[in-house]
C-alpha cells in the first residue's frame, strides 16, 4: 500500500520561511505525481493552495510556492503570516486513477 | 459559483449502510469528475474515490469492497454509499468536483462544508 509522507508539525517564526515536504514510502515524487498542497483550517474544508506541483490556485498569494526538492514535493511559505498557521495537506497521483493524501502537517506560527 | 451540500443521516448503526448525497448547484455535474473524502475527528483526508458524469468510478483500494458512488444527472447529486459500517468510519464526509483539463484531471477545486457521520449503537 502506497503512503504518502509529511512532517507531522512544524513551526515558523512570523516573517519567516519554511519548506514542508511531501514524499512516498516507496519511490521519489515528481512531476507525474502532480502534487497538490491544501490548507484546512479548523472548522473548515480544505482549499487549493498549489496544483501540478507549483501552480498556484486563484487567489493564493504569492508567499505560497511549490516545488520538488530531491525526491519529494515541497510547499514553501516565504515571509509567514499568522493567519498560515493551519493544518496543510499535499495529495499525490499514484496511478491508474489513484489519488492520495499524506497525513497532514500542523504548521504553527510563533 | 458552484457549491455543494452534503446531507444524509448523521448517525448510523454498526455494520449497517451509510448513504449520503451531494447536491450540486450553480453548475451541472455533467463533464466533471467528483469525489468523496472523509476526515476521522481530529485526523487526516483519506480520498474515498471518485465518480464521472457517465457513471466511470475508481475507489480506494481499502475501501474498494463497501463502497459505491453514483451520479444522478437528473437531480444533479452525486452518492455514497459505504456498507458494514464501524466506528472506525465515523468522519467528516466531503464532496468535491475536480479541475481537470483534457484528460488529466489536477486538483479538487470545489467543496462541500462536510458533514460528520457519527457510527454508533
Known amino acids: 500500500q502506497t503512503v504518502v509522507t509529511q512532517e507531522s508539525s512544524f513551526s515558523v517564526s512570523p516573517g519567516g520561511t519554511v519548506t514542508l515536504t511531501c514524499g512516498l514510502s516507496s519511490g521519489s515524487v515528481s512531476n507525474g505525481n502532480y502534487p497538490n498542497w491544501y490548507q484546512q483550517t479548523p472548522g473548515q474544508a480544505p482549499r487549493t493552495l498549489i496544483y501540478n506541483t507549483n501552480i498556484r490556485s486563484s487567489g493564493v498569494p504569492d508567499r505560497f510556492s511549490g516545488s520538488i526538492l530531491g525526491n519529494k514535493a515541497a510547499l514553501t511559505i516565504t515571509g509567514a503570516q499568522a493567519d498560515d498557521d493551519s493544518d496543510y495537506y499535499c495529495l499525490l497521483y499514484i496511478n491508474s486513477g489513484l489519488w492520495v493524501f499524506g497525513g497532514g502537517t500542523k504548521l504553527t506560527v510563533l | 459559483q458552484v457549491q455543494l451540500q452534503e446531507s444524509g443521516p448523521g448517525l448510523v448503526k454498526p455494520s449497517e449502510t451509510l448513504s449520503l448525497t451531494c447536491t450540486v448547484s450553480g453548475g451541472s455535474i455533467t463533464s466533471y469528475y467528483w469525489s468523496w473524502i472523509r476526515q476521522p475527528p481530529g485526523k487526516g483526508l483519506e480520498l474515498i474515490g471518485y465518480v464521472l458524469y457517465s457513471g466511470d468510478t475508481n475507489y480506494d483500494p481499502s475501501l474498494r469492497s463497501r463502497v459505491t458512488m453514483a451520479v444522478d444527472t437528473s437531480k444533479n447529486q452525486i452518492s455514497l454509499k459505504l456498507t458494514a459500517v464501524t466506528a472506525a468510519d465515523t468522519a467528516i464526509y466531503y464532496c468535491?468536483?475536480?479541475?481537470?483539463?483534457?484528460?488529466?484531471?489536477?486538483?479538487?477545486?470545489?467543496w462541500g462544508q462536510g458533514t460528520l457521520v457519527t457510527v454508533s449503537s
Open positions: 468535491a468536483r475536480w479541475y481537470c483539463s483534457g484528460h488529466t484531471c489536477y486538483h479538487l477545486i470545489h
